[in-house]
């Protein structure tokens, strides 16, 4: 056996129609169909599901979080991206 | 890295632990950090999986298709507690066969606790009770843990539990109103179960001298006896609408404290257990590793299958092209 160990995969589930998926956790599966059945006996027991995505851990790329400052730094200084930054008298409503 | 670097990336954890910022796996923290969470990780998905085994006894003994149905349930979400548990460690960067030896080899523990034989029904109600209320006891502050995936894996655990304690008091509930004999078993275990469960809690404070790192590191909220403490205070009102009495007769009101005292802990035995010499010790270990030993070839012919599949699907790609 060259692998001790079955491939790690991520699971996201949507909770209910209308919402995303939501990363819940991972779980060991030789291949997709695996994953999706073990996902839905170890995470979605009690109905917690109504869609699984299942996709294998090495292909998911990450931000490195030490590098977050300069990654996010762009946002920081735009304070007119939000609509506070607007002066409107309070006869203005609805908007 | 020079000291100063070091020095400067460790005061930046702290920080962040201590404006309640939760640590993620990518992010930088203490070695010592993640090696004690591997070690209190490991140790408690192991205990989930170890502890399917005392009440895996009973499923096929339950008194009706009712219990069956719940005690099935409850083993089951401890199979699940434990895969969460794992997942949550080798975020850590621990793979999972690595664990498993561990615990093979017995270089990683297990709690206690489930070294102990479930001689009747009855201690099946009773560990429900005990066993999985003083574990709800650790849990829910857990739920609070610096390290995100452990944190996030026991809000899931926690949320679960509670069903567990539930059927476990509904079974000895149940017994409380039966027979004479009936009564005698639900108090024979509670004899048996009460100690060892105030035992769960680990050392006291004084002889836990990693206590005061865990609890800067936000990953302990609470000192052992101050959880044993809510354990045995809950508890007492609980036996008393069981009608069972709680075999310590040093139990106490204490209306200055406004806590039950309680007498003093066997801690030979509880050393003694966890050195690999209490009841069941051999025969749980043997038992895991048969199961594992005797899965090898199902997860081999599993993972050749896949990659089987995969190569057919690639040829058909190939020939289609
Ligand atoms: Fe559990
Ligand atoms: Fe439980």
Known sequence: MSKKNWPLWEVFIRSKQGLNHKHVGSLHATNAEMAIENARDVYTRRKEGVSIWVVESVHISASNPDASDELFEPATDKVYRHPTFYDLPDEVKHM | ?321
Not at chain 2, 36 to 51: K, M, N, P
Not at chain 2, 95 to 124: C, M, V
Not at chain 2, 249 to 272: M, S, V
């Open chain 2, 1 to 321: 890295m020079t000291d100063a670097k070091q020095l400067s990336l460790e005061d930046n954890f702290q920080a962040k632990v201590d404006a309640e910022i939760k640590i993620e796996p990518k992010d930088w923290m203490p070695e010592k950090y993640r090696k004690t969470l591997i070690r209190q990780i490991s140790q408690h998905a192991h205990s989930e999986i170890v502890g399917m085994l005392p009440e895996g006894n009973w499923i096929t003994r339950a008194p009706s298709l009712r219990r069956k149905l719940g005690l099935l349930a409850k083993v089951q979400d401890e199979a699940g507690h434990g895969l969460y548990l794992y997942s949550a460690c080798e975020t850590l960067g621990i793979e999972r066969d690595t664990l498993l030896d561990q615990l093979h080899t017995g270089k990683a523990k297990y709690s206690s606790i489930f070294n102990y034989p479930t001689t009747t029904w009855a201690d099946i109600g009773a560990i429900g009770w005990l066993v999985d209320g003083a574990a709800i006891m650790n849990q829910v502050p857990i739920c609070r843990c610096s390290y995100g995936p452990y944190a996030r894996a026991m809000v899931r655990v926690c949320k679960e539990e509670s069903f567990h304690q539930r059927q476990g008091f509904e079974i000895l509930l149940t017994l409380s109103k039966g027979t004479d004999e009936q009564r005698a078993m639900l108090q024979d275990a509670v004899n048996r179960w009460w100690w060892p469960s105030v035992m769960m809690f680990g050392p006291s404070d004084k002889d836990s001298p990693n206590t005061a790192q865990s609890m800067k590191w936000k990953i302990k909220r609470f000192t052992n006896d101050d959880l044993r403490q809510k354990f045995v205070d809950v508890c007492v009102g609980q036996a008393e609408i069981l009608g069972v009495t709680l075999p310590d007769p040093d139990l106490k009101y204490n209306e200055e404290t406004g806590h039950w005292d309680f007498g003093t802990i066997n801690w030979d035995e509880f050393w003694q257990v966890v050195k690999g010499n209490g009841p069941c010790n051999r025969q749980r270990l043997n038992a895991r590793k048969k199961a594992h030993e005797e899965g090898a070839w199902v997860r081999e012919a599993a993972m050749a299958y896949a990659e089987k599949q995969e190569q057919c699907e690639v040829a058909s790609v190939a020939k289609v092209a």
